[in-house]
């Protein structure tokens, strides 16, 4: 399988010029045998690092880059390799999937969790702190 498409490479690789926004992920890669899950919104212009949220399974899903190649390397079982989820729309940014991922401890994709880690996000951007008094 191809896993990162021409197509989708253009747009993983405008995400990444632009340093502006919270971006939506494009791209779902998974281990078909384990529980390891990528979801990556840029790609660097050396065509093979990605930015997004990884979770190799052990309960701390984190955010940072990740290479494409070495993932593209990674043989499993039954000689099956990491796939691309061909269903995958992401309605959010990558930060509400990194706060959902980290209160349910791996990626998920459950609506009403990443709606209200969307809410959380949304509450604590706009709402004002008071100063702080001096005495």
């Known amino acids: 399988m191809i896993l990162l498409p021409p197509d989708l490479r253009e747009k993983l690789l405008a995400n990444g010029a632009d340093r502006g926004p919270d971006h939506i992920p494009l791209l779902k ?3 078909p045998c384990g529980a390891a899950t990528w979801l990556a919104s840029e790609l660097y212009a050396d065509g093979d690092t990605l930015f997004g949220l990884a979770d190799l399974g052990f ?3 984190e955010m ?3 290479s494409l190649t070495e993932i593209a390397s990674i043989r499993l079982p039954y000689g099956l390799g990491i796939e691309r989820d061909l269903h995958f729309s992401a309605r959010f940014g990558l930060t509400v999937y990194a706060d959902a991922a980290r209160i349910a401890g791996r990626i ?3 609506e009403a969790l990443l ?3 969307a809410r959380a996000r949304e509450l604590a951007q706009n709402s004002e702190i008071p100063p ?3 005495g």
Request: hydrophobic share 45%.
């Open 29 to 31: 890669l998974f281990n």
């Open 59 to 61: 309960g701390c899903p």
């Open 64 to 66: 940072g880059v990740f």
């Open 108 to 110: 998920t994709e459950a």
């Open 115 to 117: 709606s209200i880690a």
């Open 132 to 134: 702080a008094s001096d």
